[in-house]
């Protein structure tokens, strides 16, 4: 029975986490901290703490499985950002 209910719990997060929204690159936070959803065309002026090879799937914050499209990010409280975005909050998965 407890197998049952753990296997509905986790059947259910990944529910929700597929009904939460993309975030949009023009939301204010997105913006602020300069979100995009494919890494490779994060302004490296603007934003010198990019690096190749960083992307919200390979960061600490990202809330899903390398391989995911998207994941849930605590920093976007409520939406999903792409696998292949950043955002100047990345920190490298130890």
């Known amino acids: 029975m407890q197998v049952a209910t753990a296997s509905g719990a986790i059947a259910l997060a990944g529910a929700a986490q597929a009904q939460q929204p993309m975030l949009a690159e023009t939301d204010p936070q997105a913006v602020a901290l300069g979100y995009k959803a494919d890494a490779t065309k994060v302004d490296k002026a603007k934003f010198p703490k990019y690096a190749a090879g960083q992307a919200c799937a390979n960061c600490t914050l990202f809330q899903g499985k390398p391989t995911d499209a998207a994941g849930v990010c605590p920093?976007?409280?409520?939406?999903?950002?792409?696998?292949?975005?950043?955002?100047?909050s990345y920190v490298k998965k130890a």
């Open 75 to 88: 920093i976007f409280a409520g939406k999903q950002v792409a696998g292949k975005g950043w955002c100047n």
